[in-house]
């Protein structure tokens, strides 16, 4: 078990990440998780932003965002974010989601936009709690039946 005053820290993803990345994505998703070669592409390709956060050396998250250019409008799409089931409910999400809030801002966008299955309480509720709004929802986006909403706030 890890100390309960540990703090964790955030910082980019790095090949080497992948084995790991992929262990918590099945965590969190079982069957619909992204296959190795999605979040290989998370990490290496320079249009994404993957950043993970690691407690006592361990990577316990990980989220992958990208920049969405409309003319010279530009927002952040956050794509996933994932905690270890073992360390949730102790800020890890909030601080991955501020923290790539951060990048994209940095980087130019004005918004930033993510998508969560309509049942999906814990991740609703993380993003209610930073300032997102439902905008819309998305039939069938997670598979038949699998609604998604969408969600946005001004960066
Ligand atoms: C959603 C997820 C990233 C949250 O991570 P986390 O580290 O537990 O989040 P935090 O500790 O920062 O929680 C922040 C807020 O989110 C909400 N929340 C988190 N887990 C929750 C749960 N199980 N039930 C209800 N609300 C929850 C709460 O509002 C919480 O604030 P509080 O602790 O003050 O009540 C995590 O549950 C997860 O990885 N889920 C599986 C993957 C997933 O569904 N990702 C989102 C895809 S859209």
Do not use: W
């Amino acid at each position: 078990m890890f100390d309960k005053s540990s703090r964790p820290i955030v910082r980019r993803a790095e090949v080497s990440d992948l084995a790991r990345l992929y262990e918590i994505e099945v965590k969190c998703f079982r069957e619909d998780a992204f296959p190795p070669s999605y979040i290989m592409k998370f990490i290496r390709s320079p249009q994404y932003m993957t950043l993970v956060a690691v407690l006592e050396d361990k990577v316990v998250g990980f989220v992958a965002a990208a920049l969405e250019h409309f003319g010279d409008y530009c927002v952040g799409h956050v794509y996933s974010i994932d905690v270890d089931p073992e360390y949730r409910r102790r800020g890890i999400g909030s601080l991955l989601l501020k923290s790539i809030e951060e990048d994209l801002r940095a980087a130019g966008a004005k918004a930033c936009y993510l998508e969560a299955q309509k049942d999906n309480v814990a991740a609703i509720n993380l993003y209610l709690k930073h300032g997102y709004k439902v905008v819309g929802t998305i039939r069938n986006y997670y598979g038949v039946g699998k609604d998604g909403l969408k969600l946005m706030r001004e960066l």
